[in-house]
């Protein structure tokens, strides 16, 4: 069955924004026309991938899923559930019932620590422990978030690359040799970056520390993802680390 969205602006992610139509084929891309669209048009994007996120609505995932159903009015298709609260020991039965109750278009979840230096928002802080990964690795994990001065965070993040899954760094007031490390181990990603990204303690007067921040801006292999609300950063810092990463 084929059928078509004409007259609309189209995103090519990372190139451009076009106008034209998109013929479809069974449910599949078949075609796009580009041709000029005369007057205000409707945006058409693929589908939004949400790689960290607590919860919707009324809804924290890290108890259900019952707000999933909402999810495309906001353009979102796939989702990472984000958890931060349920990684030890104790918890592990009811995050396997988490896991037995993912829907589709939750292929797995990014777990936020255990293996942070700082809380933050009341996240877990635990060194480094094989043992404990490996319980947790029992589950979809897709992406953890671990910080790069946590002790024995080497290992960890060589043992989760092993296995497929994605290492983000947060929660971090590493040095950047220790960031650079974290890097060499198998790292690609940090998240809400700037956001629990104090700047490591002043050892000389006069010089400005640096830190985790410079050392993911200064690497091309490491992505970012910021909380751009305007509020958490500053315009500034995310037009900066775009320039970094551009």
Not at 156 to 182: C, D, K, Y
Not at 205 to 214: I, L, N
Request: proline share 9%; net charge negative; with cysteine.
């Amino acid at each position: 069955m084929t059928s078509q969205i004409p007259n609309v602006r189209i995103v090519f992610p990372g190139e451009k924004i076009a106008t034209g139509t998109l013929r479809l084929d069974a449910g599949q891309i078949a075609d796009i026309d580009l041709h000029p669209v005369a007057g205000p048009t409707p945006l058409l994007t693929p589908g939004l991938i949400d790689l960290h996120t607590h919860g919707i609505g009324q809804t924290l995932y890290e108890w259900n899923f019952a707000g999933v159903k909402v999810l495309p009015r906001f353009g979102t298709t796939c989702v990472l559930p984000t958890l931060y609260r349920v990684m030890n020991r104790e918890s592990l039965k009811h995050l396997a019932q988490l896991n037995e109750a993912l829907p589709a278009n939750m292929p797995g979840f990014h777990l936020e620590g255990p293996f942070l230096a700082l809380p933050g928002a009341g996240a877990a802080t635990v060194p480094g422990d094989l043992a404990l990964l490996d319980e947790l690795l029992n589950f979809k994990v897709r992406a953890m978030s671990v910080s790069p001065d946590t002790p024995n965070i080497l290992p960890v993040i060589r043992r989760l690359r092993e296995r497929g899954v994605t290492v983000f760094l947060t929660h971090t007031r590493a040095s950047a040799e220790q960031t650079e490390a974290a890097i060499a181990a198998g790292a690609t990603h940090a998240t809400h970056f700037y956001d629990v990204f104090p700047v490591p303690a002043e050892t000389e007067p006069g010089v400005r520390p640096v830190g985790a921040v410079e050392a993911v801006l200064a690497d091309k292999r490491v992505s970012v993802d910021f909380i751009a609300d305007g509020v958490h950063v500053h315009p500034l810092a995310i037009k900066c680390a775009l320039a970094a990463k551009t």
